[in-house]
């Protein structure tokens, strides 16, 4: 099934935590002069007009960038961050996250770039034009880790499939899994939604996933969560989450406070909740 477009959700709540968070372990590999690798198994089609039909039918990027990009924001890091996507909304336009990494890669670094869905790869293989990036119409899961280890040992693997389906949860715990056994020094950054009683027989699934990789794998875990509402609303999604493997030293420091800003400047009448939180630190 390959039903999901992101171009009805570009810009809401959910991509600001992921690309937050994507934007800040990318400075913390740009620290060091030494080349690093990014590889995307969801791409989507890169870069999303707000001004769409898709866009503009369920506006979610009204009550998530766009509260951003209007709020007075003291913490460096997300305002860096608000800096990176200026140019963008100053065009009605929004960065996934493949195009927001591949605006950060200085000339020793690399992409791959991967995509299933017929019509976003080719939007994809328009929007992202850069001697830097490799695009793929691949299975993500099977493409990160036929890719792996990359001849790059400095690497972030963001992992961010739609979950349409019950076994995506699945399948992106097998394939972490693999992933860190092949290359266990990458850093692994799963997105994965936190959903309410409307979502039925997906409710729960996300938390259960990252309980078990996080209890399974013996490597460092941080969860990164942000909800703008409460689990009792009458919406599908009240917030995301990213689990991060191998994450930085103190990177929870690095974010806090712009998740905290984010939490403030989302949630709806305070309600909801973040953390940033290790489950599993490093030895």
């Not at 999901?4 to 959700?9: A, K, N, P, V």
């Not at 769409?52 to 007075?72: C, D, F, I, P």
Request: one cysteine or more; hydrophobic letters at 40%; glycine letters at 6%.
């Amino acid at each position: 099934m390959l039903s999901y477009l992101h171009g009805f959700h570009a810009g809401n709540h959910a991509d600001l935590i992921k690309h937050f968070c994507l934007f800040a372990l990318i400075e913390r590999l740009q620290k060091k002069n030494k080349p690093f690798i990014y590889i995307d198994t969801h791409s989507g089609a890169g870069l999303y007009d707000l001004s769409s039909e898709q866009s503009q039918k369920t506006g979610e990027y009204a009550n998530g960038v766009a509260r951003l990009m209007n709020a007075a924001v003291t913490d460096n890091a997300l305002q860096r961050f608000k800096q990176q996507l200026e140019p963008f909304i100053a065009q009605r336009l929004y960065p996934g996250s493949c195009y927001l990494a591949s605006t950060m890669l200085r000339e020793q670094d690399r992409a791959q770039l991967m995509e299933l869905h017929p019509t976003e790869i080719q939007a994809l293989r328009q929007n992202v034009k850069s001697p830097l990036t490799h695009i793929h119409h691949r299975d993500g899961f099977e493409g990160v880790l036929a890719l792996s280890p990359p001849d790059i040992r400095r690497g972030l693997v963001l992992i961010d499939p739609p979950y349409e389906q019950r076994r995506e949860y699945q399948q992106v715990a097998q394939c972490v899994i693999s992933l860190l056994k092949k290359w266990p020094q990458a850093i692994v950054a799963i997105w994965y939604p936190i959903l309410t009683a409307r979502a039925a027989e997906k409710r729960g699934l996300s938390e259960k996933m990252v309980n078990e990789l996080s209890t399974t794998l013996d490597v460092a875990s941080l969860d990164v969560r942000l909800t703008v509402d409460d689990q009792q609303t009458d919406v599908g999604m009240v917030g995301s989450g990213m689990l991060l493997f191998n994450a930085p030293w103190q990177f929870d420091k690095d974010i806090h406070s712009g998740i905290k800003t984010l939490h403030d400047i989302l949630s709806e009448q305070g309600k909801g909740h973040f953390h940033c939180q290790w489950l599993k630190e490093s030895d």
